[in-house]
């Protein structure tokens, strides 16, 4: 099995029996607020030291302004996060040329106040949804492919908000196609659904930018209504549930002591690898997470 991939929290790495496993997905799971784009920034920078390059974050926010990932990120690691361009499509000729296909975040639906699910949109809406789209996905392809050709093994998703049913979840049904076919695909029929026709004009391109797709990891950040740890540990999975497919899952919550409230997280769920079950306590600091074991 190849290496372990650090989150950036040695102490978290310790529970997760030396860190997480690559070419699996790995759920964060936990209200707004509580520090789960802390600790996904610091799994997406804990890369440089890894593989030599930072995660790339992909925030599928559809209603109102991103997280504050730039912010996060100059202020915990001075790392000044390039961006994406979504605006037009992407150039193929720029695809190998790193200064331009190297980005480290790309907001796919930045600004287009969406809801959430199918649900909320009436028939006329949801076909210009499902139009608006499809013309992110080749976007969304050509960011994910570009970094990962010159070298990224991590991802982060972030912006998930919580629904009903997770069946009616357009965020859902966009992070499984990214999931199975972008960052579980071999790499030449990603670069097949990116180039179409130009496939072959690119082939020797491909070939030396070749990178196996299951030394990737991912993480899902994911927005619950729960909010005390304890109703995120008795929390049902549904049928469609992200959760059944993922391979790790870190809950991160409330807790109440008394007249007290802090913060604790429990790795519920690390197949193939012993961990520690323990609930532990952590602090949101100027640094980060900070974990009290």
Same mark, same amino acid.
């Given at each position: 099995m190849s290496q372990r991939l650090k989150t950036g929290i040695p102490e978290l790495d310790e529970l997760l029996g030396g860190g997480l496993i690559p070419g699996t997905l790995t759920v964060v799971m936990g209200a707004s607020g509580i520090g789960k784009t802390q600790l996904g920034l610091g799994f997406a920078n804990a890369g440089i030291e890894q593989e030599g390059q930072p995660g790339i974050l992909f925030?599928?926010?559809?209603?109102?302004?991103? +997280?504050?990932?730039?912010?996060?990120?100059?202020?915990? !690691?001075?790392?000044?996060?390039?961006?994406?361009?979504?605006?037009?499509r992407w150039d193929a000729a720029k695809i190998w040329d790193a200064t331009h296909s190297?980005?480290? !975040?790309?907001?796919?639906?930045?600004?287009?106040?969406?809801? $959430?699910?199918?649900?909320?949109?009436?028939?006329?809406s949801w076909r210009e949804w499902k139009y608006e789209q499809s013309k992110k996905l080749d976007q969304a392809i050509a960011f994910f492919y570009g970094n990962f050709a010159h070298g990224?093994?991590?991802? $982060?998703?972030?912006?998930?908000?919580?629904?009903?049913?997770?069946?009616?979840?357009?965020?859902?049904?966009m992070f499984e196609y990214i999931y199975h076919?972008?960052?579980?695909?071999?790499?030449?029929?990603?670069?097949?659904?990116?180039?179409? $026709?130009?496939?072959?004009?690119?082939?020797?391109?491909?070939?030396?930018h070749a990178y196996d797709h299951q030394d990737i990891g991912c993480t899902l950040l994911y927005t619950s209504h729960e909010v005390m740890l304890d109703d995120l540990l008795v929390r049902p999975i549904q049928?469609?549930?992200?959760?059944?497919?993922a391979n790790t899952i870190i809950l991160m919550g409330k807790t109440r002591e008394g007249?007290?409230?802090?913060?604790?997280?429990?790795?519920?769920?690390?197949?193939?690898?012993?961990?520690?079950?323990?609930? $532990?306590? !952590?602090?949101?600091?100027?640094?980060?997470? +900070?974990?009290?074991?």
């Open positions: 925030d599928l926010t559809s209603r109102g302004d991103s +997280q504050n990932h730039s912010a996060y990120a100059e202020r915990l !690691y001075d790392w000044r996060l390039s961006e994406f361009e979504t605006n037009g190297r980005r480290d !975040y790309m907001h796919v639906f930045q600004h287009s106040g969406r809801r $959430v699910t199918a649900s909320d949109l009436d028939s006329d990224v093994r991590r991802c $982060v998703i972030d912006g998930v908000e919580p629904t009903d049913k997770a069946a009616d979840s357009i965020q859902f049904e076919q972008i960052l579980r695909k071999e790499h030449d029929w990603v670069a097949r659904d990116l180039f179409r $026709v130009a496939f072959r004009n690119n082939q020797e391109a491909i070939q030396s049928s469609g549930d992200v959760l059944s497919n007249n007290k409230m802090g913060r604790a997280l429990h790795v519920a769920k690390h197949r193939g690898s012993a961990c520690d079950e323990s609930i $532990v306590p !952590y602090t949101i600091t100027e640094s980060g997470l +900070q974990l009290m074991r």
